[in-house]
C-alpha cells in the first residue's frame, strides 16, 4: 500500500534528490511507525510528470503490513495521505 508520497521538480538524479525528503518521513511518527511495522523494508518507486501533467516526478513509498498494522495505519494516518493539503509536501 502507498504510505507516502510527494513531488520533485525536474531534475537530473531523481534517487538522489528524493534521498532527503525520504530521510525526513522516516523520522516523522507515520514514517518511524511503518519502519517499524512494515513486513518487508519499504520501497520508493520514482515516476515521470504526474496524471495531472506536473513536470517533474513523483516519488511514492510502498510498503505491506499485516492486516491489523495496515488498518492502524489508514485510521491514524490515512486522511493525510489522501489530502490534498499534505499530499504533495515536501516539508
Sequence with gaps: ????????????DAQLYAAGPIIMWQQSEAGAWVMEHALQTPVFKTGINSPDGYIGYTVTIEADFAPEDEVYFHLRWGDELVSHRNDWDTH
Aim: glycine letters at 8%; zero cysteines.
Design 1 to 12: 500500500m502507498i504510505v507516502h508520497r510527494f513531488r520533485m521538480g525536474d531534475v537530473e
